[in-house]
Nanobody
């Protein structure tokens, strides 16, 4: 079993920044990929970013490219999402997820474990 815990959400004004963290514990695998997704009220879940175990393969959604940066720590137990130039449209619950096959897909169905989510609210 893999446990994921997100942190770092909160309320910020448009143009501000937040840093989300996803801490992984439990039965982990050395080659898993980690992704961030978000879901706004009344909308479907959407892909935000993903990073492979090595950190060499990174993918971003077009809507966040150039504003968000995904990274992992040296111990590979925490994946961060630095979010800059935040917009009201970024308001959502943000979830991290683990893909045990290491694909780092933009499709949520590829992920095996999910965190509980952290709320990000951007005021205009």
């Amino acid at each position: 079993q893999v446990r994921l815990v997100e942190s770092g959400g909160g309320l910020v004004q448009a143009g501000g920044s937040l840093r989300l963290s996803c801490a992984t514990s439990g039965r982990t695998f050395s080659t898993y990929a980690t992704g961030w997704f978000r879901q706004a009220p009344g909308k479907e879940r959407e892909f935000v970013a993903a990073i492979s175990w090595t950190g060499r393969n990174i993918v971003y959604a077009d809507s966040v490219k150039g504003r968000f940066t995904i990274s992992s720590d040296n111990a590979k137990t925490t994946v961060n999402l630095q979010m800059n130039s935040l917009e009201p449209e970024d308001t959502a619950v943000y979830y991290c997820a683990v893909d045990l096959r290491g694909r780092g897909s933009s499709h949520g169905e590829a992920y095996d474990y999910w965190g509980q989510g952290t709320q990000v609210t951007v005021s205009s």
